[in-house]
């Protein structure tokens, strides 16, 4: 059974930061394409950050504030999230994806707010 679940969600000021963390079991980590999409209420889902298999960013929407890494040996990909905005609010979902497998985390909450 695949499984993808997030954490480090929360609430947290404007400017403050935060990391979110997304474990994956049943499938074979390294090989797969780690992307963490996002999305606001009223919003469509979007793209945030995507990292290769072999570690390489191959998107980044917020360069500068959000940085995406992952670690194969824990099976584990992170968004690092600097410099929060109101504007970063939403759920935030990671996927996992190889040619036509693809799978998702239940999301976590973000919500920057003083």
């Known amino acids: 059974q695949v499984q993808l679940v997030e954490s480090g969600g929360g609430l947290v000021q404007p400017g403050g930061s935060l990391r979110l963390s997304c474990v994956a079991s049943?499938?074979?980590?390294?090989?797969?394409?780690m992307r963490w999409y996002r999305q606001a209420p009223g919003k469509e889902r979007e793209l945030v950050a995507s990292i290769t298999s072999g570690g390489s960013i191959d998107y980044d929407s917020l360069k500068g504030r959000f940085t995406i890494s992952r670690d194969n040996a824990k099976n584990t990909a992170y968004l690092q999230m600097n410099s929060l905005k109101p504007e970063d609010t939403a759920v935030y979902y990671c996927n996992a994806n190889f040619y036509t497998s693809d799978y998702w985390g239940q999301g976590t909450q973000i919500t920057v707010s003083s």
């Open positions: 049943g499938i074979r980590f390294s090989i797969y394409r």
